[in-house]
Structures are given as structure tokens and as C-alpha cells.
């Protein structure tokens, strides 16, 4: 009885591993990609970068994380005067993993907005 509790446990624990490390990889990506976003909208706030500039900023960074969204899906927007605007970054995109009978999409709405301190 005691071999099958401990077969059990294992059998359990390399399931839990194996799980996490199907779901854990996208969520640290979308974290990167929050981050990368975030600092992009402060840098644009403050220099001449256009839109379309940001925007293909944004979607290199995706490209580097193999973030699945296409830079139609990427929204960048600014308003105002360099240095007294806002600029928004957006995007919305959707990561699927397939558990052995249990597949998941998982959704990720990364965005941040900076207004400009003047």
C-alpha cells in the first residue's frame, strides 16, 4: 500500500511540473512584454517618435518574446505635444496550450497609457 501512495505522489508531482511548465512560459512573456510596452509608452511621451515608429517597436519586442500578435493588433496612440501628451500602447492577443485532454486559450490584454508631466 505504501509503494502505490508513493507511485501516486510522484506520478502527481510530474504532472503539477509538467503542467506549469505549459502555462508558466506565457504568462512570464506577457510580463516582459508589459514591461517593454510600458517603457516604450514613457520614451514616446518624451521624444518625436511617430506612431507607426512605436508600433514597430512594440511588435519587434513581440517578435522577440514569440508573442503571438500580428502589429495590426498593436494600438498606438498619441495626442498632445512632445513632452505634455499621452501616449497609449495596446494590444490584445491569445496564447493556446494544449494539456492532454484539457486545451486552454489563454488571453492577454497587455496596455499602458503615460501622460506627460507639463
Do not use: C, W
Request: glycine share 8%.
Amino acid at each position: 500500500m505504501g509503494t502505490i501512495k508513493l507511485v501516486l505522489v510522484f506520478i502527481m508531482l510530474g504532472l503539477g511540473v509538467y503542467v506549469s511548465a505549459e502555462i508558466i512560459p506565457p504568462y512570464f512573456a506577457n510580463y516582459q512584454f508589459q514591461d517593454s510596452i510600458e517603457t516604450e509608452a514613457k520614451l514616446g511621451t518624451y521624444s518625436n517618435k511617430t506612431e507607426e515608429t512605436i508600433r514597430d517597436s512594440v511588435f519587434k519586442k513581440a517578435q522577440d518574446l514569440e508573442i503571438p500578435v500580428a502589429k495590426e493588433q498593436i494600438k498606438v496612440q498619441r495626442s498632445g505635444a512632445q513632452g505634455s501628451g499621452t501616449v497609449y500602447i495596446g494590444a490584445e492577443y491569445v496564447v493556446h496550450i494544449d494539456l492532454p485532454g484539457y486545451p486552454m486559450d489563454l488571453q492577454f490584454h497587455p496596455e499602458t497609457k503615460n501622460k506627460g508631466v507639463f
